[in-house]
């Protein structure tokens, strides 16, 4: 059996029973690290363990490096004095036989120079689209870009959440392992306990960012007044203005209520009694909401930008939509059978490609062959 470390800042918040807000790269990290340790494999995380909690049982078997402290040192100094002799202290430590690392970045390079010297393989999965195009240089400078390729050059293995992805990155690194591989999705409760047949508002659930575009989710609740709609999140640390604003104007429309941030043990209840999960972002990898309405028979609204590998047009997952004007014609001519072909499509599907344990002895076997 192999020895996994995963490097991730935020991964804590979803182990504690207190659980706080985290991002999707995270939710995923989650998936593998409990298919690993299902497969006997031993499971190390580096992450900041000053957020103190009781953790939930099915956590118990991680083993937890602290991270470094954030604060510490001069700005940009530290990083040679301080952080990286830390994280190559406690990496020779551990002695994984891999490392992974969720969402590329310039840290991407500093772990591959570590991992490189230590011998340690390492894997980075690819989070979000906009990561490997142009589009990163809008929030990001070439600088930061630059070394977030070196990075990936430095890694022995690059994982990829959809075609749009494995394509780019197979381009770019053609002779890299990369692999094209579905999020899994781990669930310790019981599924049919969750699953309703009352239905009666339309879900939206995420961070409030400029990515999940609140404008858009705006535009569609002011034309659809008669239904109703119940979003879940929280806002971001780095809010944006359009968000803000957005965010405001959502608060006085009379069909939207607003449920709060939501816990990991609370998502599929939420969900359960949602008709549609609705999605507006401007861009995504492969959304783990969508997973997780899938697992209780909830279909998915997504627009056009959305549609990774186009599998909710492909398998009849839901409806895909170009604007607010377009789902509104959609919705109208959606009859109770077409709905309930949709919600029985969505629990097939995830059951067929997104299971956590056949998942991750693809990932493990796809290690091992490389």
Not at 22 to 39: E, F, N, R
Not at 325 to 338: M, T
């Amino acid at each position: 059996m192999a020895k996994f470390l995963f490097y991730d800042d935020q991964i804590i918040n979803i182990l504690l029973k207190e659980e706080k807000p985290s991002g999707g790269a995270a939710v995923q990290a989650y998936g593998w690290i409990q298919g690993l340790l299902a497969l006997g494999h031993e499971v190390y995380i580096i992450t900041d363990m000053s957020r103190t909690g009781t953790l939930k049982e099915e956590c118990k078997a991680i083993k937890f490096i602290p991270g470094y402290d954030s604060t510490k040192g001069i700005r940009w100094f530290r990083w040679i004095y301080y952080r990286i002799p830390y994280l190559y202290r406690e990496l020779k430590k551990a002695k994984p036989d891999y490392l992974y690392k969720g969402i590329p970045s310039w840290h991407s390079f500093v772990i591959g120079l570590v991992c490189q010297r230590l011998n340690i393989k390492f894997i980075q999965r690819i989070s979000n689209d906009f990561l490997v195009d142009k589009r990163f240089l809008k929030n990001h400078s070439k600088a930061n870009w630059a070394f977030q390729n070196m990075g990936m050059r430095l890694s022995n293995y690059i994982l990829c959440q959809n075609e749009y992805q494995f394509d780019k990155i197979q381009k770019q690194f053609p002779l890299k392992p990369v692999k094209k591989i579905s999020n899994p999705i781990y669930l310790s409760n019981n599924l049919v306990e969750n699953r309703s047949d009352y239905r009666n508002y339309i879900a939206w659930l995420g961070l409030f960012q400029y990515q999940k575009n609140l404008k858009l989710l705006y535009e569609i609740a002011s034309k659809l007044p008669q239904q109703k709609f119940l979003i879940a999140g929280k806002e971001s640390i780095n809010i944006d203005a359009d968000t803000l604003y957005y965010l405001d104007k959502l608060k006085e429309l009379p069909n939207v209520s607003f449920y709060g941030f939501i816990k990991r043990d609370q998502v599929l209840p939420f969900l359960a009694k949602a008709k549609f999960l609705l999605n507006t972002s401007h861009y995504e990898g492969f959304s783990n909401t969508f997973l997780e309405a899938m697992v209780i028979g909830t279909p998915i609204l997504t627009s056009v930008n959305v549609n990774p590998d186009s599998i909710i047009s492909d398998f009849n997952l839901g409806i895909v939509y170009e604007n607010a004007n377009d789902l509104l014609a959609k919705l109208s001519v959606v009859s109770p059978e077409g709905y309930k072909q949709m919600s029985d499509n969505v629990l097939e599907y995830v059951a067929a490609k997104h299971d956590y344990r056949p998942l991750t002895k693809e990932l493990v076997g796809f290690l091992n062959d490389n």
